[in-house]
């Protein structure tokens, strides 16, 4: 078992009562057979990967893909599920002319030591024209090897996530939960889950603060199509599939993507996502309504 359902903790936030949902701890080390890896990232955004791969396996899969950033772990998270099942893992990063930027230089060393081939593309360009590239090498080298999506989209995430926020207790609900959005797959999974207990709830205010730019218009469709809210087929009609939605609000707080945000905070909490939502969530606490549940993702 490398999975593992998170606790709900309360912190006080000057006369505030803030709880905070620690996805980070989502991932446990706890297996003999791997004595020499090290620890599984504190990153809930891998929740459904560990069954994405299985299934690949299955279909006869054994070289799996990703092109990282410079700041996330997912390649961290893939070699690392990849070395448990017996698969070989081939993370790209980006090699910027001034070298290797953000967190790169110790993911890149980690991913490593759970057996992933690491390799370097030069000369990077945006982040679709990098996996295209990535990709492209791959099937080079390892003809039969899956390139994983950006951002770790799965529908077996969403619903993995779902799960945790069906199992959140009633106290901490019917107010508003903050969380960070990158990809908008982990909100997707919050939305999926407050609507299957929406007997249980009142009408719930949701903020999803963005890691950066993105038209919000289309994040918004995209997260509501992944949680089920919209038909993907009749988004354009606005039919809901759901007869009761948290009121959802996607915000852009001027953040970069590499920017980081060191605002002190109470728990572990990731300087490039979580902490830019916490962030907002410091400036607005005076205003907005009560019970507050931060979803922290990782850590």
Known sequence: MILQDTPVEEYRV???????????????????????????????KVRGLYEVLIKLKQRGVQTVSYM??????????????????????????????????????????I???????????????????NFYRAKKLLKLSYPEGVILSQGLPFDETVEAVSR?????PKTVLGGTIVINVGSGTMLA????????????????AVK?????PKNIDIKR?????????????RQQKGLLLFDVVPEVEIIDYGYEYTQKEE??????????YDRKAWKWLLDNIEVVKKPILFWNIGG
């Open 111 to 129: 991913c490593r030591e759970c057996g992933a081939e690491v390799i370097f593309l030069e000369r990077p360009n945006r982040q679709k024209i």
């Open 14 to 44: 000057n006369t505030h009562c803030v709880f905070v949902k620690r996805e980070d701890l989502a991932v446990v080390y706890n297996d003999s057979r791997l004595p020499s890896l090290p620890f599984p990232p504190p990153f809930a």
């Open 189 to 204: 999974g919050v939305l999926k889950g407050l609507c299957k207990v929406r007997n249980k709830w009142e009408v719930q």
């Open 68 to 109: 990282d950033t410079s700041v996330s772990m997912a390649g961290w998270g893939i070699s690392y599920f990849c070395h448990f099942l017996g698969m070989k893992s081939v993370i790209y990063y980006p090699l910027y002319k001034e070298g290797l930027k953000g967190e790169i230089e110790k993911y890149s060393k």
């Open 164 to 168: 945790q926020a069906s199992l959140l």
């Open 263 to 272: 605002v002190p905070v109470l728990f572990p909490c990731n300087i490039y």
């Open 221 to 233: 469709k995209f997260i509501f199509a992944k949680a089920g809210i919209l038909d993907a087929k």
């Open 208 to 212: 999803g603060i963005l890691a950066a």
